[in-house]
């Protein structure tokens, strides 16, 4: 499938070359004559040129689906050809092949960011965005920092040029507001010891405890994309709703973005799971001065639920090392970081052996020492 006019540019006003969206000014800039535009006007000066080319590119279109027609696919099977995507950039000609499930990249050729309009609209289309706070060179120096103190990295880790390839990332998050109604029952007891005399007295009392009552849980984010750890992105949380604004596609310009590929039913079972636990732990510590406290009962349930659909920002580093992958990921909104890294056991006893010859040859000198003297 090949779609000339789904590609979305970001072209400078002033000189033509190609804008992005800039974390620190929040705006749309060029990076060649700096020219800066807010999103909602620069999302306006576009839509009236898209009138202006309108005619144009439904030609584009037609030309390419006679192009299709005689063309016969050889190399692929059917299930791959129905998740790939040919996307021709309308700067330099090249073919961008993708996945459906990408929303956002960069031609390959010359570099001009894109966006596949088709993954973004309709009911694709996501409610809200947090854009990026944080910038590629505060990434970077972030995961420099996480380096810190770790002895024995690998050097693959290390190296300037894979580091460079650290990727903004817009991941897909389904985000719930939830109510939540529970009724739970503790067992509690309290010990009270003493002395009269020589005697000491030990006093326990068992007691019944009953909590009830609703809570409500705002902007509870799931990520909707199978392509991202779980646990990896409820790692980066919090994210702070407050900085979401509606869905622009501007936002996206110089960024990597992915539409979801887990539905919000699958994303809503696993939010409930975390509000039932939410829920069961804000309860338990309304009951405090008890010496030994257990659950008998818990019944939490969802009385009521909205739905929103959202990309949050992430800084996103994947390396290889001796077949296993290890991830560093970097929240763009607040800067929190997580990621393992490796020992490299080879520099370790490398390392030791170093050392411990060092260590034998000043044993050695110092017993010459002592002979001779």
Known sequence: ETRMSEIKEYKCPACGGAMEFDSKSQKMKCPYCDTEISVDEYES?????????????????????????????H????DEIDNMVVYI?????????TDKNTGATTCPFCGNRVVLKGQFEGALKPDYVIPF?????????????HLTGKAFIPS???????????????????????????????DAEKIRVWKSGDTEYTEHKYYK???????YFEHVPEDGSVKMDDALMESLEPYDFKDAVPFKSAYLAGYVADRYDVDQDEC??????????STEDSFRETVNGYYALSTQSSTVNIRDSKTSYAMYPVWLLNTTWKGQKYTFAMNGQSGKIVGDLPADEGAFWKYVGTRGILISVILYIIMMVVMFL
């Open 45 to 73: 000066l576009i839509a009236k040129a898209d009138q202006v080319v309108a005619a144009d590119a439904a030609s584009d279109v037609e030309t390419e689906q006679k192009k299709s027609e005689n063309y016969t696919a």
């Open 75 to 78: 190399d692929w099977n059917q």
């Open 89 to 97: 950039c309308q700067s330099c000609g090249g073919e961008i092949t």
């Open 133 to 145: 706070k944080l910038d590629k060179k505060a990434a970077k120096e972030a995961y420099y920092k």
């Open 156 to 186: 693959v880790f290390r190296q300037e040029n894979h580091i460079d390839e650290i990727v903004g990332l817009y991941v897909p998050f389904w985000v719930f507001n939830i109510e939540s109604e529970a009724d739970i029952s503790y």
């Open 209 to 215: 405890i009953r909590r009830g009552g609703t809570i």
């Open 268 to 277: 809503m079972k696993r939010a409930k799971k975390r509000i039932r636990r």
